[in-house]
């Protein structure tokens, strides 16, 4: 179930286009404008906010929360493609052109999304062509995640492949502590493997043999605290 406004105040005075790079061009009067042509709703967890085989006609922006992209293989196991997070955005692909959704997105947690009418944001290119820029920009590092998740799942060894999700989530979800890097987990144990195409109890004795190592620390089901990282990127191959 979800829930839709066209007030502003839905963000709570932290608005989208204040959060995502593709509008950092934008200026405050700009910004002023552009407010006025988006739409919000709200979505609980486990909710989709597209299926796959929907016809879309908006693109969305994650102003809280996060979701995950996701297909089913043959056998019906959940392959996740992508985690969206705050300030993220998809949908553009199908704005170009009438396609068919062909992945699904469901909340991780509730999430609170901003929502531009192709109509809308097809203007909204044409009139800051800087935005069309960013748009290029941020597609061209997700093709290149995506081609970082098939080399994953394809070709890197399993101790590379978690260490890979850890540092990748790092960098989206974590916080400098004193004793590391706090990572908010956006997934679940079963979720993370889901995402890397291997068995939950592969990686669950992945990360209690880091753990045990002292790479890394569980601090809850929701959290790791990142001990390590140079071990962990030269494990990943990025050193």
Excluded at 16 to 36: A, G, Q, Y
Excluded at 113 to 139: D, G, H, R
Excluded at 181 to 209: D, W
Excluded at 212 to 236: M, R
Aim: contains cysteine.
């Amino acid at each position: 179930m979800n829930t839709i406004s066209k007030n502003c105040t839905h963000c709570q005075n932290r608005l989208c286009i204040h959060k995502v790079p593709i509008f950092s061009s934008l200026t405050h009067e700009d910004i002023m404008k552009v407010e006025t042509l988006i739409h919000h709703r709200e979505y609980r967890k486990g909710d989709c906010i597209y299926k796959e085989g929907d016809k879309l006609d908006s693109i969305v922006i994650i102003n809280e929360g996060s979701a995950k992209a996701l297909k089913y293989t043959a056998d019906g196991r959940e392959q996740i493609l992508y985690v969206f997070s705050e300030g993220d955005f998809f949908g553009e692909q199908y704005l170009l052109r009438d396609q068919i959704a062909t992945f699904t997105v469901e909340a991780l947690e509730k999430v609170k999304v901003c929502m531009f009418s192709k109509e809308n944001f097809t203007q909204l290119i044409l009139n800051y062509p800087n935005i069309a820029m960013q748009i290029i920009e941020e597609l061209g590092e997700r093709v290149t995640q995506l081609l970082n998740t098939i080399q994953n799942i394809g070709a890197k060894s399993v101790d590379a492949r978690v260490s890979s999700l850890l540092l990748d989530f790092s960098k989206k979800y974590g916080k400098k502590v004193p004793e590391g890097i706090l990572i908010r987990l956006p997934l679940s144990r079963e979720g993370m493997a889901n995402y890397l195409g291997l068995a939950r109890e592969t990686v669950s004795r992945k990360l209690g043999q880091f753990e045990s190592e002292g790479y890394i620390q569980s601090v809850s089901n929701k959290s790791i605290l990142l001990k390590e990282e140079d071990v962990i990127k030269e494990i990943a191959g990025d050193i």
